[in-house]
């Protein structure tokens, strides 16, 4: 098993920054695909980022060019630094991580984008 845990999330105006980090409970250097997703009011849960563990990179096109996700092996943490930030990037942000064919979730964090 995996247990993810989401953190720097928080309130921030439009045009501001925000970075999140996800902890995981293991090793991450053996997880290959992980990544942020967020689901707003109303929505369904959305990718926004996908890191493999070569360092390959997927963003959804609405965040691209402001959004950068990284990972560090040696900490078994994921970031996704977001810059730019405008009121639609309000939504509660996830970490995911596949592992073993399991895909396994962190309890989510808010980000609100005050216009």
């Known amino acids: 098993q995996v247990q993810l845990v989401e953190s720097g999330g928080g309130l921030v105006q439009t045009g501001g920054s925000l970075s999140l980090s996800c902890t995981a409970s293991?090793?991450?250097?053996?997880?290959?695909?992980m990544g942020w997703h967020r689901q707003a009011p109303g929505n369904g849960r959305e990718l926004v980022a996908l890191i493999a563990s070569g360092g390959p990179t997927t963003y959804a096109d609405s965040v691209k060019g402001r959004f950068t996700i990284s990972r560090d092996n040696a900490k078994n943490t994921v970031y996704l630094q977001m810059n730019s930030l405008k009121p639609e990037d309000t939504a509660v942000y996830y970490c995911?991580?596949?592992?073993?064919?399991?895909?396994?979730w962190g309890q989510g964090t808010q980000v609100t984008v005050s216009s």
């Open positions: 293991r090793s991450i250097s053996s997880i290959n695909n």
């Open positions: 995911s991580a596949r592992y073993i064919r399991v895909d396994y």
